[in-house]
Nanobody, 127 residues
Framework: VQLQASGGGLVQPGGSMRLSCATS????????MGWFRQAPGKEREFVAA????????YFADSVKGRFSISRDNAKSTVYLQMNSLKPEDTAVYYC?????????????????????WGQGTLVTVSS
């Protein structure tokens, strides 16, 4: 199983950016896909997740209303659309995959629920 994250870079505060995570080696449709991030000197934290089988999405409070997550099952790709970006969104963003049987909703924000991880893509929000 491989996950390839892309789309990071430098963006000004208030701007938008879309991250992509292409997967291979999995059926994908029933997988839970998550996005996490790690800022310098901080622990990795949950950002968003999409449960393929239930068509449900989850977001950290810090990004609700600004970020959205979507998936293209035909392309085995998950996207993270980030709007109204703030300097505190600066981090390395990682995509992760939780294959069936997937974690319950209460554990979807736990990094340990995910078996496979991408390499990370750096997002820098700065003027």
């Amino acid at each position: 199983v491989q996950l390839q994250a892309s789309g990071g870079g430098l963006v000004q505060p208030g701007g938008s950016m879309r991250l992509s995570c292409a997967t291979s080696g999995r059926a994908f449709r029933s997988d839970t896909m998550g996005w996490f991030r790690q800022a310098p000197g901080k622990e990795r934290e949950f950002v968003a997740a999409s449960r393929g089988s239930l068509f449900s999405t989850y977001f950290a409070d810090s990004v609700k209303g600004r970020f959205s997550i979507s998936r293209d099952n035909a392309k085995s790709t998950v996207y993270l659309q980030m709007n109204s970006l703030k300097p505190e969104d600066t981090a390395v963003y990682y995509c992760a995959l939780d294959p069936p049987p997937t974690a319950i909703a209460g554990r979807i924000s736990d990094a340990v629920s995910y078996d496979y991880w991408g390499q990370g893509t750096l997002v820098t929000v700065s003027s």
